[in-house]
């Protein structure tokens, strides 16, 4: 088997070594990687899993379920007796804006709910009334939106007092992971600023949001920047662990952007996964910040710009499960644009970047009676990127420094005809980042940057780079107003 530049034998990795875990929408998984950055060779492991979904808004997972999950990765990756001790350290991401009530015990009271919960949509009105939600936003990096702690902790209150009253402290699915394994609910400083409550330029929890969500801050973990991982503290069941610090949890958007390659402003990276956003690496917090977007502090330095898409695999999942597709999507993907293409708004669950329109869902326009499946895939597609579009739009100005955009994702590895299509639709070059599990590489690189700052990092995996075609650029021009016009009428109706 030829091993790529990023998969290499134990026997010739380089120490220290890193386990790093990511926990996504659609799985857990964790590998083993070396100081280079690069997997080490069938020390990889990977459990699915689904959220629980309803009409009524409802996405939420069993926090013990996935903290099994970690627990079935962690026996297989660490249990090669060729390991020894030469784990230096574990660091953890999982899908950003999870909360959890917990009580004094440390045991959930509630179901995880996701980022893409959207019950607390009457909340999130009613604090549009309350406060001023420009300020809030130039404080913290974010809008009020049903994947932020303020509203849903309101909703609750409301839905569940009884829990609420019992609530001791308030967690991410990571804290509560970690809290599970080792005692210790690291929190690290990206986990805290998605929950829409701390501020982006001095690291400190926000009064007036705070008092909104009807919390006190000692409830929430204090953040942690990866320089403050904790003593090893492994359980004897993974000796392989002994001597590993375990670093506090972060979120996926910071990793996957770093496992891009992304570490500077010239990069914009487009996340292609379940979900997906576009996000640039920022030294400082973003001035201007768009009202579209978020920019959430990840360390005492940087912040990250962008926004996000919560359904990008989503929707192209949903198209292979409910249409008849044909078995060469390729062929779909790579035709030229067409007028008779339906227009799709992509919203299974709801909009977030730039509207942010939690209760929105998807529009089909333009379906006729000569509309094969395969056409409404590509329109669907499409959707996804003129989503990414009125992202890019709203970004440019706090970020104009860009240089390349670096797509990263299962998306983009399944189907990566598609890049043509959004790099036609953003006009500007994409480069296709090959290498999976790049937010697991970011994590381990985060990791990395603590415990071998001077160990060269090995390059990415890359693909083609997709030129735009001046003809199509053009065609996707007009489809981006028709876009904004039937997201207006959405928005109005």
């Given amino acids: 088997m030829t091993r790529t530049d990023d998969d290499v034998a134990l026997a010739s990795a380089v120490d220290p070594l ?12 964790g590998g083993v990687h070396d100081a280079s ?5 069938g020390l990889q492991y990977k459990v699915p899993h689904a959220f629980t979904v309803a009409p009524d808004g409802t996405s939420v997972i069993d926090p013990d379920q996935v903290t099994a999950e970690v627990e079935q990765v962690l026996d297989a990756v660490t249990g090669d007796p060729r390991l020894g001790t030469r ?40 604090l549009r009334e309350e406060l001023d939600e420009q300020a809030a936003q130039q404080r913290t990096g974010t809008r009020l939106h049903t994947s932020y702690h303020a509203p849903r902790l309101r909703w609750l209150a409301a839905a ?32 805290v600023a998605w929950t829409g409550l701390l501020d982006r330029r001095t690291g400190e929890l926000d009064a007036e949001l705070l008092a909104a969500a009807g919390i006190g ?19 004897a069941r993974w000796p392989a662990l002994a001597r590993a610090v375990w670093f506090p949890v972060i979120t996926d958007g910071l990793a996957s952007t770093i496992g891009a390659g992304a570490t500077d402003a010239t990069v914009l990276t487009a996340a292609t996964a379940t979900s997906g956003a576009l ?26 710009l962008g926004g996000a898409i919560n359904d990008v695999g989503r929707a192209v999942s949903w198209a292979q499960s409910t249409l008849r597709l044909s078995p060469a999507l390729a062929v779909a993907l790579t035709a030229p ?34 509309t094969d499946a395969d056409a409404l895939f590509r329109g669907i597609v499409e959707g996804v990127a003129l989503t990414y579009a009125r992202v890019a739009d709203e970004l440019h100005p706090a970020a104009p420094g860009v240089l390349e955009v670096a797509a990263a994702g299962r998306v983009s590895n399944d189907h990566p005809e598609w890049l043509q ?73």
């Fill in 18 to 29: 890193v386990l790093a875990l990511d926990i996504g929408s659609t799985a857990t998984r």
């Fill in 37 to 41: 950055g690069r997997r080490i060779h």
């Fill in 87 to 126: 784990i230096a350290g574990v660091a953890m991401d999982t899908f950003a804006a999870s909360l959890i009530a917990v009580d004094a015990a440390g045991r959930a009271l509630t179901p995880c709910l996701t980022y893409a919960d959207s019950r607390s949509a009457d909340a999130v009105t009613a």
């Fill in 160 to 191: 569940q007092p009884r829990v609420v009253a019992q609530a001791v402290l308030w967690w991410s699915l990571g804290e509560y992971v970690l809290a599970r394994l080792v005692g210790h609910p690291l929190a690290g400083t990206s986990t």
């Fill in 217 to 235: 801050p000692g409830q929430l973990s204090p953040p942690r920047d990866m320089t403050e991982p904790a003593p090893s503290a492994a359980p």
């Fill in 279 to 304: 996000r640039v690496l920022l030294d400082a917090p973003a001035d201007p910040l768009p009202f579209g977007l978020w920019n959430y502090r990840v360390d005492a330095g940087r912040t990250l």
């Fill in 337 to 370: 644009p067409s007028d008779a293409t339906p227009l799709v708004l992509p919203y299974l669950t709801g909009e977030r970047a730039p509207g942010w329109v939690g209760g929105a869902r998807a529009v089909l326009d333009g379906v006729s009676a000569a």
């Fill in 421 to 493: 299509i959004l790099a036609d639709v953003l006009g500007r070059p994409v480069m296709h980042v090959a290498r999976r599990r790049a937010t697991q590489r970011g994590t381990a690189l985060l990791a990395l940057d603590v415990l071998a700052p001077d160990v060269p990092r090995a390059p990415r995996s890359t693909g083609a780079t997709y030129e735009p075609r001046p003809a199509h650029v053009e065609h996707y021009a007009g489809r981006r107003a028709r876009f904004a016009t039937a997201y207006d009428a959405l928005v109005r109706g």
